[in-house]
């Protein structure tokens, strides 16, 4: 199991952006889903933006439109960017990755490799 490293989470006023980073050079010659999670107080755990190793790209709605997932040209670091966030997005969100193949990543049943987490907090 790998240890993946995030950073870039702070607050911000509503209508803010932020970006989040993610450290994932262990999968940049693997067939993989990676991503983002969240979790708010005492809800549950919701994936939020993913990416398979052939690009495609899966939202979860509530973000679709605001949130942009991408890695750089090494494929060593994955990005969330967050655009017009909203008071509900307010929660810790995680980095996650498996390595799989052929596998619908916005299902989001997946994730061997998490990060500590980052918290993303949005004031109205």
């Known amino acids: 199991q790998v240890q993946l490293k995030e950073s870039g989470g702070g607050s911000v006023q509503a209508g803010g952006s932020l970006t989040l980073s993610c450290e994932v050079s262990?999968?940049?010659?693997?067939?993989?889903?990676m991503g983002w999670f969240r979790q708010a107080p005492v809800k549950e755990r919701e994936g939020v933006a993913a990416?398979?190793?052939?690009?495609?790209?899966s939202y979860t709605n509530s973000v679709q439109g605001r949130f942009i997932i991408s890695q750089d040209n090494p494929k060593k670091t994955l990005y969330l960017q967050m655009n017009n966030l909203k008071p509900e997005d307010t929660a810790t969100y995680y980095c996650?990755?498996?390595?799989?193949?052929?596998?619908?990543?916005?299902?989001?049943?997946?994730?061997?490799?998490w990060g500590q987490g980052t918290q993303v907090t949005v004031s109205s």
């Open positions: 262990e999968y940049a010659d693997k067939s993989y889903c």
């Open positions: 996650a990755a498996e390595e799989m193949k052929g596998f619908d990543c916005g299902r989001w049943n997946w994730g061997r490799d």
């Open positions: 990416m398979d190793s052939d690009g495609r790209t």
